[in-house]
């Protein structure tokens, strides 16, 4: 199968000969990975007889795995430009992710909600697409996920489970993040609002 249909049962179809013309001008390896807890997607500067190398989470929608893919891309070519003398979010990591997003808002590839949060996020990009809640709250509208709910929708006192079984009773908000208790040990832990999470069928 060629790269350009792949890549596009991943991405938005119009994107993917754009991304399989960077993989081969740089010389990329390109991955779609399992799903990863820690992170959406990875890049790894060149090493010794190595290249460089991409890999994206094969279970984010079209629109979040492009942006990943993106997102790595503009880690490459900061490396190119000026490997290691630069932090890895700073300011010629923010041009280069902007300049490389520029083709797919001119083509219109997003929707138009989230070509409008899409550019309200390039005025600053932030480390990770995941940190920027509006962003994040637009992407996570195409996932297309029924049987799960975000945090941030459900009641306080709410019981829910996470993806390892345990369950937990949804508290007050402390300035970003949910304090919950988690009723197996009775510790409390901190929660994104946009934390995906199962409501128990007691209920609350």
């Given at each position: 199968?060629?790269?350009?249909?792949?890549?596009?049962?991943?991405?938005?179809?119009?994107?993917?000969?754009?991304?399989?013309?960077?993989?081969?001008?740089?010389?990329?390896?390109?991955?779609?990975?399992?799903?990863?807890?820690?992170?959406?997607?990875?890049?790894?500067?060149?090493?010794?007889?190595?290249?460089?190398?991409?890999?994206?989470?094969?279970?984010?929608?079209?629109?979040?795995?492009?942006?990943?893919t993106?997102?790595?891309?503009?880690?490459?070519?900061?490396?190119?430009?000026?490997?290691?003398?630069?932090?890895?979010?700073?300011?010629?990591?923010?041009?280069?992710?902007?300049?490389?997003?520029?083709?797919?808002?001119?083509?219109?590839?997003?929707?138009?909600?989230?070509?409008?949060?899409?550019?309200?996020?390039l005025?600053?990009?932030?480390?990770?697409?995941?940190?920027?809640?509006?962003?994040?709250?637009?992407?996570?509208?195409?996932?297309?996920?029924?049987?799960?709910?975000?945090?941030?929708?459900?009641?306080?006192?709410?019981?829910?489970?996470?993806?390892?079984?345990?369950?937990?009773k949804?508290?007050?908000?402390?300035?970003?993040?949910?304090?919950?208790?988690?009723l197996?040990?009775?510790?409390?832990?901190?929660?994104?609002?946009?934390?995906?999470?199962?409501?128990?069928?007691?209920?609350?």
């Amino acid at each position: 199968m060629e790269k350009v249909d792949v890549l596009a049962q991943y991405m938005p179809p119009e994107a993917a000969p754009v991304i399989a013309k960077w993989i081969d001008y740089f010389q990329c390896e390109f991955k779609i990975s399992k799903s990863r807890a820690t992170k959406l997607g990875d890049y790894r500067h060149p090493f010794k007889e190595l290249g460089h190398k991409i890999s994206v989470n094969n279970n984010l929608n079209r629109y979040a795995f492009l942006v990943t893919t993106v997102h790595e891309f503009a880690h490459l070519l900061t490396w190119n430009d000026h490997k290691n003398k630069v932090k890895p979010h700073g300011g010629e990591w923010k041009h280069n992710f902007k300049r490389m997003m520029t083709p797919f808002l001119e083509q219109q590839v997003f929707p138009e909600d989230l070509q409008k949060a899409i550019s309200t996020y390039l005025t600053n990009p932030s480390a990770s697409s995941c940190t920027d809640l509006s962003l994040s709250r637009a992407l996570k509208k195409y996932d297309g996920t029924l049987d799960h709910s975000r945090l941030e929708e459900l009641p306080q006192h709410t019981i829910f489970t996470i993806k390892d079984g345990r369950r937990f009773k949804k508290g007050e908000k402390l300035r970003k993040r949910f304090r919950c208790e988690c009723l197996d040990n009775g510790n409390t832990y901190l929660f994104s609002p946009l934390a995906e999470v199962i409501v128990s069928a007691t209920g609350t």
